[in-house]
């Protein structure tokens, strides 16, 4: 039986060096240090406008107050657990409203990745009324190909939010502005620091989003980062299209057919979520090691709690102001200060830490949603 457990743990480490191969031979994203040396002139741009960013607000000309208001489309994945989406609309809008731009805002809510048709029919009415900037994200595969129509037209000019890797293919028509937090970067802060707690070996479980963008750069850097670790297996794997539901069944199943399991990895605030109900239903709690990603209020509450042991937390509130603030420079014909892409900062939480080390972090991180 170990032997066969031991040829089966080698072929699933095979097929997920085949799939990570072909994943990005497939869909080119450039690393944001890939994009710096290609495009030297950024570092500077980015630079200044994350200091911008980091800044509090200063309102904008009168002229630009008195212009007629531009149109805004937000279409988001923001009915989940997550309250990354929310809170991202809210500091948005704070941020305007803090610079006195005048604006009109349409915003048009979904579920993730099970949603597509409806996403699909949100875009088309988002584009029927003709918005100067559209906000959208790139969750799944089928998300490239609305993305592309959009880039072909020209118009509206398009943030693409929740992703920092650009796509070689789009860099002749490149969105407006590439948005949110390098997910490579939090799934290694996280890999460092879990495979210093694994002491270089165990089980565990990879519970994706869906097939697509986020599972590939959160899921997929995870795995080959512990790639380098020979002790270190990966036992199962599940896409689980960021459901609370799926990730509890998949971690059920796991569980039964791998009672040492030492760690648990969710690509989201859901995923976890739905891995801790099992874990609680098995009294394992505790016992086996869990990460969240992204550091929202459900996942701070988990890890005050004990049941979260990582997450990645991002500085929540800075995606919306760095829209704010794009859209600002480009109202005032400026557009050459605003970088090609917007990454903000991250910090790695952990179980255990005080609760005035949360404060200090959760003010920084909303400072503008926990006002809405």
């Not at 002229?63 to 990354?84: G, L, M, T």
């Not at 029919?121 to 129509?149: G, N």
């Not at 891995?275 to 990603?293: F, P, S, Y």
Request: aromatic fraction near 10%; glycine fraction near 6%.
């Amino acid at each position: 039986m170990r032997l066969i457990r031991y040829v089966v743990s080698l072929l699933c480490t095979f097929l997920v060096v085949l799939s990570i191969t072909s994943v990005h031979a497939q869909q080119e994203y450039i690393r944001v240090s890939e994009y710096l040396k290609q495009h030297p002139d950024q570092t500077r741009i980015m630079q200044a406008f994350s200091e911008r960013v980091r800044a509090p607000a200063i309102t904008a000309a009168p002229e630009i107050q008195a212009a007629k208001p531009v149109r805004i489309a937000v279409i988001y994945p923001a009915i989940q657990s997550s309250d990354y989406w929310l809170r991202s609309t809210s500091a948005f809008e704070a941020r305007l409203k803090a610079l006195k731009l005048p604006y009109q805002l349409r915003t048009f809510y979904s579920r993730p990745s099970v949603d597509l048709r409806l996403q699909a029919e949100h875009l088309a009415e988002a584009i029927k009324w003709q918005p100067d900037y559209l906000v959208f994200t790139m969750d799944a595969l089928r998300h490239r190909s609305m993305i592309e129509r959009i880039l072909l037209r020209g118009k509206p000019k398009l943030i693409l939010q929740n992703v920092t890797t650009p796509l070689k293919i789009w860099q002749t028509r490149r969105p407006f502005l590439y948005v949110g937090f390098d997910h490579e970067l939090g799934s290694n802060i996280l890999a460092d620091r879990i495979a210093d707690d694994m002491q270089g070996k165990g089980q565990y479980l990879m519970l994706y989003f869906s097939r697509g963008y986020v599972s590939q750069m959160r899921g997929d850097t995870f795995v080959h980062k512990m790639m380098e670790y020979p002790n270190i297996q990966q036992v199962a794997s599940y896409y689980t299209d960021g459901n609370r539901q799926k990730a509890y069944h998949a971690t059920l199943n796991t569980l039964q057919e791998y009672p040492g399991l030492k760690l648990i990895y969710a690509c989201s605030t859901d995923i976890a979520l739905g891995a801790l109900d099992a874990l609680r239903e098995k009294g394992l709690v505790g016992k086996i090691q869990i990460n969240g990603w992204g550091g929202g209020s459900a996942e701070l509450e988990a890890i005050q709690k004990g049941e979260l042991d990582f997450t990645v937390m991002r500085l929540n509130d800075d995606n919306g102001v760095a829209m704010a603030e794009a859209i600002r420079l480009d109202m005032e014909q400026n557009s050459l200060q605003v970088p090609h892409i917007y990454s903000g900062d991250i910090r790695l939480i952990e179980k255990g830490m005080s609760d005035s080390q949360l404060k200090a972090l959760q003010q920084q991180a909303f400072r503008y949603s926990n006002q809405q």
